[in-house]
């Protein structure tokens, strides 16, 4: 895939300020948005459509450019499985540049910029092992249902951006004020009916998305236009038990680890989150007959839980409980026999779990899928993830379905 924005000799006509207010392609863009074709004479809108050209030229989206191969065609094959109009990539490009593990000043982080507690409210997890704002495919699925919501709630996907970036109460009430929701009237700066930020967000979208139609621009920038037909997600899904290791995972695919923590920014510790059988980490598509072939887990492995350590309670106590040497939880945790710190205060305690040696396999029969046979033996379905990370939802018949002993 093309570089997203590469930095090239550009003649000065360029970068040109405007565009042709009648070109339909364009005119076709705003239809997405369901916004009228009258928008496209806004000068506003020509002015940040000049501003974003001389941006992409002259400083080439330095963020965007390392990430753009793995991100873009994820982005795209997951927004054309929804009833998104493809040019809301460009949310993410204004959003967060397509850098993964951005943060911004009030808090909000990953591609789509989530707010903790708006993350939350669509299913994000953020506690102290992840935080799934960071997690590049929940949180694409998470905006996905959250912007097909506002536009379910206003009508109109460009209210749904905006709602998007300033809450819906907020564009409700500059909708009842303004006595209409004509995209001319509420993104007015002489009104103030929205935001500052509001009303230029929704133009940095419309003109990134703008610039995607300009054939000559692109051209020369090297832009990848394939909006039209997404490509095939290179990012594929494992499940993998508590306290799986990057480090390990990034070893069997010979692979740095960089490359695999830019993939699972998400992991805040670097491991999967305990108490869990079963736990998404992603690896490289081209990287899964390697994994499948040569990932093999230990024969006793280091699990962990956490305990809340109450008032009095010692690690002697704790030793007793678990079946763990004190001193494995002491060292586990860098805390002395007597340390105040005991007290109210979270404890990571190792546990080793043998793994499955001889699984009972599952031929499976014409229709069959991974869910049927977890209700077939009365098992859950993340427990046959974790036993079957590499098998879809859907079965072939004859293939082999691991189960258990």
């Known amino acids: 895939m093309k570089s997203f924005f ?33 928008y496209l004479k806004d ?16 400083q080439g989206f330095a963020d965007s450019t390392e ?30 540049q397509l850098h993964g593990s951005a943060t911004s000043r ?69 909708i009842a004020k303004a006595g209409t929701s004509d995209i001319h009237v509420l993104t007015d700066p002489k009104r103030g009916l929205l935001p500052p930020e ?35 997600n290179p990012i594929a899904t494992v499940y993998l038990p508590e306290g799986e290791n990057i480090d390990r995972i990034a070893a069997v695919l010979e692979m740095p680890k960089s490359n695999l923590v830019k993939l699972n920014t998400h992991l805040k510790k670097g491991v999967t989150p305990p108490n869990e059988q079963a736990y998404p980490v992603y690896i490289p598509k081209e990287k899964v ?23 009095g309670e010692s690690l002697e106590q704790l030793s007793k409980r678990y079946n763990v040497p004190k001193n494995s939880i002491m060292m586990e945790n860098m805390i002395g026999d007597n340390d105040e710190r005991n007290i109210n205060r979270q404890v990571k305690i190792p546990i080793n779990k043998p ?29 046959l993830r974790l036993k079957n990370p590499f098998i879809s939802n859907a079965l072939h018949e004859g293939e082999e379905v691991k189960i258990g002993d």
């Open 67 to 96: 990430n753009a191969d793995v991100f873009i065609p994820m982005l795209t094959s997951l927004i054309a499985q929804s009833d998104l109009p493809s040019e809301f990539l460009f949310v993410t490009l204004v959003e967060s």
């Open 198 to 232: 509001s009303r230029k967000y929704i133009r940095k979208v419309i003109a990134l998305s703008l610039l995607a139609t300009d054939e000559i621009f692109l051209s020369k920038i090297q832009f990848d236009t394939s909006l039209e037909t997404p490509q095939e």
């Open 106 to 174: 009030r808090g909000a982080a990953g591609l789509w910029q989530f707010m903790e507690s708006t993350g939350k409210l669509h299913g994000l997890r953020v506690n102290q092992f992840v935080d799934e704002r960071r997690d590049h495919i929940k949180s694409t699925r998470a905006a996905i249902t959250y912007l097909s919501g506002l536009k379910k709630q206003f009508g109109k996907w460009y209210l749904a951006l905006i709602a998007y970036n300033c809450g819906d109460g907020r564009l409700s009430r500059a």
């Open 289 to 311: 007959d390697d994994f499948r072939q040569k990932f093999r887990p230990k024969g006793v492995r280091g699990y962990f839980v956490m305990h809340r350590v109450k008032s």
């Open 355 to 383: 793994f499955l040696k001889k699984p009972r396999l599952h031929s499976a029969k014409s229709g069959e899928t991974l869910a049927s046979v977890a209700t077939l033996y009365n098992v859950t379905l993340e427990q």
């Open 43 to 58: 000068p506003y809108l020509h002015d940040m459509y000049a501003q974003k050209k001389r941006e992409c030229v002259l």
């Open 6 to 38: 590469a930095l090239l000799l550009i003649p000065l006509g360029l970068l040109a300020s405007g565009f042709d207010s009648h070109d339909q392609k364009k005119i076709e863009v705003l239809r997405h948005f369901d916004i009228p074709a009258s």
